[in-house]
């Protein structure tokens, strides 16, 4: 009884939970053991739009031909608040967030982020609309365009062409959370277009930025707190010629055991080469932030295994120095105001994003597949997250 007044606290409040151990965690992986990836229809893509605490986001990364990189994202949000002491209600916020980082060594990244008025969708739920913003999936889903004019700074209009099967890992690509997991109380799913062509521009005060490069694409939903689902994050995505690879992981709280959840896949053109449950994220070195206590990596190995459709085993690596970082976020400086309600309730907590990106000398892509070795040099864009 202890724990459930605690649990009905921590969501309204946003207050740590009590301790469930890893039993009360049901991770994708799981799922991954029989059914290692799924190929995305049309209906995978739908916005779940949870009428209780979530934040789910469509994001899209952009690697440009004149050496940009980019993200255009739509976050829709819903925060439980405290209207009486006996009461508690939901906020549904949205926003559309853009980044781009120049390669030159002195021009800071350039950051937008409005919040939204009069969201929407379309009746499939596969677009996404308000005032200023389109998100749009084609009728054969094949083919996202994004436009933005929320902000001046930058107009967004750009098109996402789908160069091999999305994917999700294990049947649903959800791992769930509860002490009844056959009713749980909380969810982590992601989806994922690992290739894709992209065209267009973003413009800016100081001109137009061309974004014809490739990209990759990830729809997330955290259906509960996101500090509550996860304590750590690892992200990364590859581009080069001839192959993509993506990784996401997170470390859950104490709350869930600590456990590490690790998804990802590998495509090239037309097809996926393998996806599921068994990479990994390494930080082989760190240093100190002064301005805090977290351990900001400098260099990583990322490792992706598995097996293609007909039974070769596949293994792929990327590692070394991830030299100068692009960025370090300060998220409760930075981001939306109803994010910061979501973990304001943690006394002390302090997250911060590392983005990263090396590029001299960029780090190699290499891949075993069978007897056949290859190495390959492309674009590595990676994240390391850390909230409590």
Same mark, same amino acid.
């Given at each position: 009884?202890?724990?459930?007044?605690?649990?009905?606290?921590?969501?309204?409040?946003?207050?740590?939970?009590?301790?469930?151990?890893?039993?009360?965690?049901?991770?994708?992986a799981n799922q991954a053991k029989t059914t290692p990836y799924t190929e995305l229809k049309k209906e995978d893509l739908k916005w779940t739009a949870m009428e209780s605490t979530c934040v789910e986001t469509q994001t899209f990364y952009l690697v440009a031909e004149s050496g940009h990189l980019?993200?255009?994202?739509?976050?829709?949000?819903?925060?439980?608040?405290?209207?009486?002491?006996?009461?508690?209600?939901?906020?549904?916020?949205?926003?559309?967030?853009?980044?781009?980082?120049?390669?030159?060594?002195?021009?800071?990244?350039?950051?937008?982020?409005?919040?939204?008025?009069?969201?929407?969708?379309?009746e499939e739920k596969v677009s996404f609309?308000?005032?200023?913003?389109?998100?749009?999936?084609? =009728?054969?889903?094949?083919?996202?365009?994004?436009?933005?004019?929320?902000?001046?700074?930058?107009?967004?209009?750009?098109?996402?062409?789908k160069q091999a099967p999305g994917f999700l890992v294990g049947k649903d690509g959800s791992t769930f959370f509860g002490t009844d997991l056959k009713e749980p109380w909380g969810i982590m799913r992601h989806s994922f277009w690992p290739r894709n062509k992209v065209?267009?521009?973003?413009?800016?005060?100081?001109?137009?930025?061309?974004?014809?490069?490739?990209?990759?694409?990830?729809?997330? +939903?955290?259906?509960?707190?996101?500090?509550? *689902?996860?304590?750590?994050?690892?992200?990364?995505?590859?581009?080069s010629p001839t192959y993509s690879a993506v990784m996401m992981e997170y470390t859950t709280p104490p709350s869930y055991g600590s456990t590490v959840v690790n998804i990802g896949g590998i495509a090239k053109d037309?097809?996926?080469?393998?996806?599921?449950?068994?990479?990994?994220?390494?930080?082989?070195?760190?240093?100190?932030?002064?301005?805090? =206590?977290?351990? =900001?990596?400098?260099?990583a190995q990322f490792l992706w295994g598995g097996k293609t459709k007909?039974?070769? *085993?596949?293994?792929?690596?990327?590692?070394?120095? +991830?030299?100068?970082?692009?960025?370090?976020?300060?998220?409760?400086?930075e981001v939306p105001g109803f994010v910061k309600a979501i973990v304001g309730g943690v006394a002390g907590t302090k997250p911060y994003i590392y983005q990263f990106s090396p590029s001299d000398p960029p780090l190699p892509f290499k891949i075993k597949i069978g007897d056949e070795e290859v190495e390959e040099q492309g674009s590595l864009f990676a994240e390391a997250t850390f909230i409590s």
């Open positions: 009884m202890m724990n459930w007044a605690k649990k009905q606290l921590a969501d309204v409040a946003g207050t740590q939970e009590p301790i469930y151990g890893p039993t009360a965690i049901d991770s994708v980019g993200m255009a994202q739509v976050i829709y949000s819903n925060v439980a608040v405290l209207a009486y002491l006996w009461q508690s209600g939901i906020r549904t916020t949205c926003q559309f967030n853009t980044k781009i980082f120049y390669r030159d060594g002195k021009t800071p990244p350039l950051w937008s982020s409005d919040p939204l008025q009069n969201h929407g969708f379309d609309y308000a005032d200023n913003v389109a998100v749009s999936l084609s =009728e054969d889903a094949n083919q996202y365009t994004i436009k933005s004019a929320t902000n001046e700074k930058s107009i967004v209009n750009l098109t996402f062409t065209e267009g521009v973003i413009i800016t005060k100081d001109g137009e930025v061309d974004f014809k490069g490739s990209g990759f694409f990830v729809h997330a +939903l955290q259906g509960m707190k996101p500090h509550h *689902a996860a304590a750590q994050w690892n992200f990364v995505t590859f581009q037309g097809e996926i080469v393998t996806a599921g449950a068994s990479s990994s994220a390494t930080h082989t070195e760190t240093k100190d932030d002064n301005t805090n =206590e977290w351990p =900001e990596p400098s260099a007909d039974g070769q *085993a596949v293994n792929a690596s990327i590692e070394g120095s +991830l030299g100068p970082r692009l960025d370090k976020v300060d998220i409760m400086a």
